[in-house]
């Protein structure tokens, strides 16, 4: 699921960034379970050690919602340490785990540094995007972040005419997506940070909020008058979009579209 825009509540009042306010959530929520415990066993109560960690989730869920953590921050809060517990009791062997940070780390290296993991681009988005796109042949598109390669595969065969290319900084998803697309999109590995827009007529971004202010202050910089930057769903704090295109996709998205000047 996407985040959403709303992610400076709360805590974040206190400047902190995310998951330094899940760690403070996480201390509470143990000290508040391991008094509940020591309450309980004074009552002659006996508490298993995965009802403690059912009660450290459940405290560290309901203090996340009263602080005002995003939906998706109340989830991983909530299942976090049963969640471990669970994994625990499994006795799986170690290796499973470093199997699985390795894929997490090829797929969403990128979300390590600018907080940005992968999601895809919803039916609708693709369709839209197409539908919004301006008729001209051989525009050149850039997908920053392009995943998969799944938005320019659509492109690709719905708009034969247009020149594609994607940058994306996570090792696995970019070969994917090279192997995926081949000679119609040209996809570069690497950060979106560093690579120069003025060479593109449309920029398409699916990214989160984390990103989107200094990418518009690059978008501002590089892309020349006329062209188009079109984000999905994450708007640019206090710069209204030129058009909108609404979404009836499950996250409810909508294209963003900013005509350069
Ligand atoms: C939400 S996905 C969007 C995928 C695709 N554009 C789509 O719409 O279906 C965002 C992608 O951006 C990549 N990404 C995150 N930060 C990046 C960066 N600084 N440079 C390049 N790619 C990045 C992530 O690895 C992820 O694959």
């Known amino acids: 699921m996407a985040p959403s825009n709303h992610e400076h509540t709360g805590l974040r009042r206190l400047n902190l960034p995310l998951p330094a306010q899940a760690a403070l959530i996480h201390l509470m929520a143990w000290g508040g379970s391991l008094g509940l415990v020591l309450v309980a066993q004074h009552l002659q109560f ?9 009660l450290q989730g459940a405290l560290a869920g309901a203090l996340s919602l009263l602080l005002g953590l995003p939906g998706w921050w109340l989830a991983i809060n909530f299942g976090f340490f049963p969640l471990i517990g669970l994994a625990l009791q499994l006795e799986l062997d170690p290796a499973w785990y470093l199997l699985a940070l390795g894929a ?9 540094h600018s907080r940005v993991p992968l999601y895809l681009s919803s039916r609708q988005a693709k369709r839209e995007l197409a539908r919004v796109l301006p008729a001209q042949s051989g525009l050149r598109l850039l997908d920053i972040g392009s995943g998969t ?25 970019w070969l994917v997506s090279r192997l995926r697309l081949g000679q119609r999109a040209q996809v570069k590995f690497g950060d979106f940070r560093h690579l120069d827009l003025a060479h593109f007529d449309v920029v398409y971004a699916f990214l989160s909020p984390a990103p989107m202010a200094r990418l518009w202050d690059k978008v501002r910089r590089e892309m020349r008058p006329g062209s188009l930057f079109i984000s999905n769903s994450f708007g640019v704090p206090g710069v209204a979009p030129d058009a909108v295109v609404e979404l009836d996709d499950l996250n409810r998205g909508r294209l963003l579209i900013w005509r350069l000047t």
């Not at 997490?104 to 390590?112: E, V």
């Open 104 to 112: 997490l780390l090829l797929t969403q290296f990128g979300a390590l």
């Open 46 to 54: 006996s508490v298993t050690g995965f009802g403690l960690l059912l």
């Open 149 to 173: 390669g799944a938005l320019l595969a659509y492109l690709a065969r719905v708009r034969p005419d247009l020149q594609l290319a994607g940058i994306e900084s996570a090792p696995l998803l």
